[in-house]
């Protein structure tokens, strides 16, 4: 077995729920959908052809936050667009801005001081027996070449660049079965966590874990329709959450010391 890493930054990040209809709430970690295009943007791969190749039970895909994150709501003063007119026979048009602004609610993330750190993830890809091919393909890109397209956090202006790519080889992957409280490094799904400990003394890194709702997987390509969602827990902060587990995780052996993992579509 092989995982693949590297790290993904930018100053600011916004990854959209998909059901929030009139205002623009965020997750605070890319569901596995948008590291899908994150994958696919740096390849070069065409829009929408790649759902299939990069699938749940092609490739894995692990997260973990590095730096402290917060969201914070700001106002975007659009245009208010009921009417494009005629352009052609006269000026007149709302998109011109003759019929005004309207204000709409963003949700952004951001490090917790902007001027010391920024949005921030290791992300980290393993391929199954079906994924053999896509993750040859994947690994091969990312250390032959550079990134093809724009790389960016949730929305094209939010640029970001990714860095310190590695390659975990076997002999640097252990897979443990354990059954008693571990450090989990990485984003959890729900449903393998038999229990969460929380210490008094350590409470300074508890304050900020969060459970979600992301999605996980598309039907098809060309066809955008959610079929997978995955429930995830995770920290907001570098500090792991201490867990304990009803399946085996990956402990990788990194030169600042070994990181115990676990994919999010299990």
């Not at 003759?98 to 949005?119: H, L, S």
Request: with cysteine; glycine share 6%.
């Amino acid at each position: 077995m092989e995982i693949l890493s590297f790290k993904i930054g930018g100053k600011m990040a916004h990854f959209r729920k998909y059901y929030a209809n009139n205002t623009a709430f965020s997750f605070t970690i890319p569901p596995r959908t948008t590291l899908m295009g994150i994958l696919a943007a740096a390849m070069g791969l065409p829009k929408d052809s790649y759902y299939e190749d990069l699938a749940s039970e092609k490739i894995n895909f692990g997260i973990r936050v590095l730096c402290p994150l917060k969201k914070s709501f700001h106002r975007l003063n659009f245009l208010s667009v009921k009417s494009i007119g005629d352009v052609s026979k006269h000026w007149s048009s709302d998109l011109r801005g003759e019929n005004g602004r309207i204000q709409t609610p963003f949700e952004i993330i951001t490090g917790w001081d902007m001027a010391k750190c920024q949005v921030e993830y290791q992300i980290f890809i393993a391929g199954s027996e079906l994924g053999k091919d896509s993750f040859e393909k994947i690994k091969r890109h990312f250390f032959n070449n550079d990134p093809v397209f724009n790389i960016s956090l949730g929305i094209a202006n939010f640029n970001a660049n990714i860095s310190e790519i590695q390659l975990f080889n076997k002999n640097e992957i252990t897979e443990i079965d354990d059954k008693d409280f571990i450090f989990m490094h990485s984003a959890v799904p729900v449903n393998i966590v038999e229990e969460l400990k929380f210490n008094r003394e350590e409470y300074e890194c508890y304050n900020f874990i969060e459970e979600d709702m992301l999605p996980g997987d598309f039907v098809g390509n060309q066809n955008r329709e959610v079929r997978k969602m995955n429930k995830l827990l995770f920290s907001i902060t570098p500090n792991p959450i201490r867990v304990k587990l009803n399946v085996p995780y990956y402990q990788l052996d990194t030169e600042s010391g070994k990181l115990n993992i676990q994919f999010m579509d299990i």
